[in-house]
């Protein structure tokens, strides 16, 4: 019988940070605005360190191809052209990136170097991307064990691909500042895989400092099994499929190794039906040469004891659950998604916890799914809408009034109440509405369930304009009597 193959597993997690500006130019972080020009540039590899041409960047470098970059007014300058020397770095993302670093147990070093790290795939104008571990040897604690955080770096963050095909590249997102974490190959199960990836990225979120959305957030996944070796498998976007990918990797080697043939050490892409391709061979030690336009950086006391550790993740889930009567897995959204803080201000402000809570999970998923840009809504524009409604709020209003708020960002949210959204009716209108209803459409009442065939019909026109539950009741009323 053949032994299965025994996994070695680790994981790469990059991050962008909250910060307003870049990391090593005073650019906007927004990502908001739109191109106004454009370069263009043909990359070639050069030796890294050690005197050699790094394979990857090698392999790139043969495609021969002309990049194309789009500019943008305030969210790319000359650095990003590589015309012009970087900035010091960023000391907020450099904050972000040391709390971080001592949330996973990290050792900091004294004095925090730059590097630059070839990568000639087009992410940049420039043919390498800065990059400065700030943390070291760390761990993080998973019901399988202990798993070894290996470090913690702070680095541009790579630019948007536009298109693919004709080799376009936005410079807005490249030089954001990201964080990339590192785990030991110390994963020994495809569903710790995933485990991790939670854990850390709740680690994350309770600093409530790092960015949340599409993009935000990238798992890279590094597998080999007995026999095999290690392949880096990028693209991975969920963190329900890090099992699926993993095991499908898993099979992929064994077949390679059943078939006598050797695995070769990759970079492959995570496809739809999570296989992986080959995208090129895995980069060495050879990409990487010191930034000599960035001075060290000395780690200070001053600067670790300035640094604010938020509240262990746990405890505060608990303390959700305990003070607010809301779920655990409800209280867990509201980490995962960024929206804790936002959650505690709506409370203390007086909002009902099972609402806001609920406002901020089910209904916003809600609104994404119909098409309304909820991206749109920051946290003071929720708030907004929560102060709008007072004590009137209820599931339907909120929802009603998000919407608008979501589709008018221009128009504030008092005026889209009176123009209609969330506007409240009293119960004779109410009943006057559905009985308008019922009449124009006898058809249904003659259906084997005309409480569901009218029900839809009722809620199309009322909803959000009064409490879910008067209406489901005065309907029920008016069908009966």
Wanted: with cysteine; charged share 30%; hydrophobic share 40%.
């Amino acid at each position: 019988m053949t032994e299965a193959p025994i996994l070695k597993c680790g994981l790469e997690i990059h991050q962008q940070l909250l910060t307003k500006k870049k990391l090593f130019c005073d650019c906007s972080a927004a990502f908001s605005e739109e191109p106004a020009g454009e370069v263009k540039r043909k990359l070639r590899a050069v030796a890294g360190e050690t005197g050699e041409v790094d394979v990857a960047a090698a392999h790139e470098a043969g495609k021969e191809r002309v990049l194309i970059y789009k500019t943008y007014p305030g969210e790319s300058c000359l650095l990003e052209q590589d015309e012009e020397p970087p900035h010091p770095m960023n000391p907020e993302a450099l904050d972000i990136a040391l709390q971080i670093a001592l949330m996973l147990n990290c050792t900091i070093p004294e004095e925090i170097e730059v590097m630059r790290k070839t990568v000639l795939d087009g992410s940049n104008t420039s043919g390498f991307q800065r990059t400065a571990v700030v943390g070291l040897d760390g761990w993080i604690d998973t019901k399988e064990g202990r798993v070894g955080i290996q470090s913690v770096a702070v680095e541009e963050d790579a630019c948007q691909i536009l298109d693919r095909t004709k080799n376009i590249f936005g410079l807005s997102r490249w030089g954001i500042p990201l964080v990339e974490i590192a785990t030991a190959p110390d994963i020994k199960a495809p569903e710790q895989a995933a485990e991790v990836a939670e854990a850390i990225g709740m680690v994350l979120q309770s600093t409530e400092r790092v960015r949340r959305g599409l993009g935000t957030i990238r798992q890279d996944l590094n597998v080999s099994i007995t026999g095999g070796a290690r392949c880096e498998l990028k693209g991975v976007q969920e963190l329900s499929t890090i099992p699926k990918i993993i095991e499908y990797e898993m099979e992929r080697q064994s077949e390679v190794i059943r078939s006598g043939r050797k695995v070769t050490e990759d970079v492959r892409r995570v496809k739809p039906d999570l296989t992986t391709e080959f995208m090129r061979p895995m980069p060495g030690a050879a990409r990487m040469y010191p930034e000599t336009d960035v001075p060290p950086i000395r780690v200070t006391r001053e600067m670790l004891s300035g640094i604010r550790l938020a509240e262990a993740i746990d405890g505060r889930l608990d303390r959700f659950v305990r003070e607010h009567g809301i779920s655990a897995d409800i209280a867990g959204q509201l980490f995962r998604e960024n929206h804790a803080t936002l959650f505690e201000n709506l409370v203390k402000e007086g909002a009902e916890p099972k609402l806001a809570a609920t406002a901020l999970t089910t209904i916003l998923k809600s609104l994404k799914r119909e098409g309304a840009p909820t991206e749109k809504l920051g946290d003071y524009r929720v708030m907004e809408v929560f102060r709008h409604l007072g004590g009137s709020a209820n599931k339907d209003s909120v929802l009603q009034l998000l919407k608008a708020a979501a589709e008018h960002p221009d128009r504030n949210v008092a005026e889209l109440a009176s123009a209609g959204a969330a506007a409240g009716m009293s119960e004779s209108e109410v009943r006057k509405e559905i009985r308008a209803i019922i009449a124009a459409n006898q058809q249904a009442m003659k259906a084997p369930n005309p409480m569901n065939a009218l029900m839809g019909l009722v809620m199309a026109r009322l909803r959000g304009r009064a409490p879910g539950a008067l209406i489901m009741r005065i309907l029920k009323e008016e069908l009966e009597g």
